[in-house]
Each structure stands twice: as structure tokens, then as C-alpha cells.
């Protein structure tokens, strides 16, 4: 059962416009919502957080909304530069599950072309 | 920030050897890691959770006597897959955090590929 689920395996954006990276969960009780970037053979790493109680928050060129009653996050980039080509990964977590261990989508690839 | 290193970033190895796996937590203690496998193109899984001085907390589906799992230090988590076979042949990734409940301060190492012969 997939908690965390991106559908969208890749995503290809000119450079200069906006990137939009999508996230759906199905366990109401996630209360915080990280995004991480990774590059192949390497570890993710963190991006951007938000937590339930929010529905936005933005770091520089990266927001990340969240909306609640449809179970859905997104992560926008704007505007996107080469160097974000990378494959996202959103992930879940739950302060009442086993000490918010981190519950991870399938990823999305994106590629940002000059 | 925090770094978390991982030995070695690759490893070949004949099918029925065991394969040991070291996370470290360089300028940071870690009183939890995460240990988790990426096949390609696919999610991160959680494998296990360990923290320092207790056994690990497998996932569901998750073979502890195949998948050994110690954090003898606060820097330092180690993972052995015993009697290794093709189909442990994976990316194996770990994570360590600064507390047992804050989730958002988990750091990653850079992973490990092992290649089971």
C-alpha cells in the first residue's frame, strides 16, 4: 500500500519557468512533509519542510503548498535553472508513528533544459 | 550541516558472502539511524530503525537474521547482509538524526551499491 505516491515519473521544464512537482498521501495522520532532491548514486538531500498546520512555505526559489482536505502537496521552482535536474522525492511522517520515521513517494525525475 | 558518511560507496561480491556496511555520523551525534534500500527507479524503503544501545526496529517484510543491524556508538550504525544473494543486489542508504522524535532533521549518506554476483 502506497502511502506516498508521486505520479508523475519525470517532468521536463525550459529553464527560466516554473516547475511543479506533485505529491498525494492517504494516511491522515502525516503531520509533516518534507522534500528531498537526489542525484543518481548519491543520498537525498533536504530541500524544503512543511508542517500540517501550514499550507505554505517558501525558501528562496522553493515553495511548497499544502492542501489538506485533498491530500496533496506540491513543490514549486521558480525559476527553474539546469542545475535543479535532479529526481525529488516527497516524503510523510507521523509524530505518532514510531518517531516520525519517514515515509517516501516513488520520485519524480525532473530535467531542466536550457 | 550535519555529514554522514558511508563505507564503501560500492561493493562487488559473490553470491552466499556477508557484506558489511558502515554509517557514520562525522560531526554530529546520532541517537537514531535509518537504514533504507532504493531498487531502480523506485522509492526509498525504510528498512530498519536503530538507535544507540538497543536493537533495531525492522519494517514489516524485513528479515533481521538476513539484514544485521548494530549502533554500538552514537556515531556509528552498521549494516551486515548476511549470506548475500542476487536480489539483495540494491542501493542501501542511511540516515542519522540528532533526536528520536524530530523527523526533520534527518541527514543522508551518500549510499552504497552493492552488486551480488
Known amino acids: 500500500d502506497q502511502q506516498v505516491k508521486q505520479n508523475s515519473p519525470s517532468l521536463s521544464v525550459q529553464e527560466g519557468r516554473i516547475s511543479i512537482l506533485n505529491c498525494d498521501y492517504t494516511n491522515s495522520m502525516f503531520d509533516y512533509f518534507l522534500w528531498y532532491k537526489k542525484y543518481p548514486a548519491e543520498g537525498p538531500t533536504f530541500l524544503i519542510s512543511?508542517?500540517?498546520?501550514?499550507d505554505k512555505n517558501e525558501d528562496g526559489r522553493f515553495t511548497v503548498f499544502l492542501n489538506k482536505s485533498a491530500k496533496h502537496l506540491s513543490l514549486h521552482i521558480v525559476p527553474s535553472q539546469p542545475g535543479d535536474s535532479a529526481v525529488y522525492f516527497c516524503?510523510?511522517?507521523?509524530?505518532?508513528?514510531?518517531?516520525?520515521?519517514?515515509?517516501f513517494g516513488q520520485g519524480t525525475e525532473l530535467s531542466v533544459k536550457p | 550541516g550535519a555529514v554522514v558518511s558511508q563505507h564503501p560507496s560500492r561493493v562487488i561480491c559473490k553470491s552466499g558472502t556477508s557484506v558489511k556496511i558502515e554509517c557514520r555520523s562525522l560531526?554530529?551525534?546520532?541517537?537514531?539511524m535509518f537504514w533504507y534500500r532504493q531498487f531502480p527507479k523506485q522509492s526509498l524503503m525504510l528498512m530498519a530503525t536503530?538507535?544507540?544501545?538497543?536493537?533495531?526496529?525492522?519494517e514489516q517484510g524485513v528479515e533481521k537474521d538476513k539484514f544485521l543491524i548494530n549502533h554500538a556508538s552514537l556515531t556509528l550504525s552498521t549494516l551486515t547482509v548476511t549470506s548475500a544473494h542476487p536480489e539483495d543486489s540494491s542501493f542501501y542508504i542511511c540516515?542519522?538524526?540528532?533526536?528520536?522524535?524530530?523527523?526533520?532533521?534527518?541527514?543522508f549518506g551518500p549510499g552504497t551499491r552493492l552488486t551480488v554476483l
Open positions: 560531526d554530529f551525534q546520532a541517537t537514531t
Open positions: 516524503a510523510a511522517a507521523s509524530i505518532y508513528n514510531q518517531g516520525g520515521k519517514l515515509i
Open positions: 540516515s542519522a538524526s540528532t533526536v528520536t522524535v524530530s523527523y526533520n532533521e534527518q541527514f
Open positions: 536503530s538507535n544507540e544501545g538497543s536493537k533495531a526496529t525492522y
Open positions: 512543511i508542517s500540517s498546520i501550514k
